[in-house]
């Protein structure tokens, strides 16, 4: 119930439900944005990409080929 918020629909006087729960983005990421973190051009970003999914504001999805590479 603290997740969705009760709001009365004025369209044939029917209540009903909004959910505004917020959906994280999922990113696909492949083997050059990990090594970007190792090279000097694209480090800084890089980090900031990986805190942001520490922080549980994005989710990464990887490919079963990029888990056999690292």
Known sequence: ???????????????????????IKRV???TSVVGGQF???????TIHFFNAV???Q???VVSDLLEAEL
């Open 28 to 30: 696909y990421i492949d």
């Open 54 to 56: 520490a922080n549980g």
């Open 58 to 60: 994005l989710i990464i």
């Open 39 to 45: 090279d000097k051009e694209f480090s800084n970003d």
């Open 1 to 23: 119930m603290s997740e969705n918020l009760f709001a009365q629909s004025w369209f044939k006087g029917a209540p009903f439900i909004v959910n505004f729960e917020i959906m």
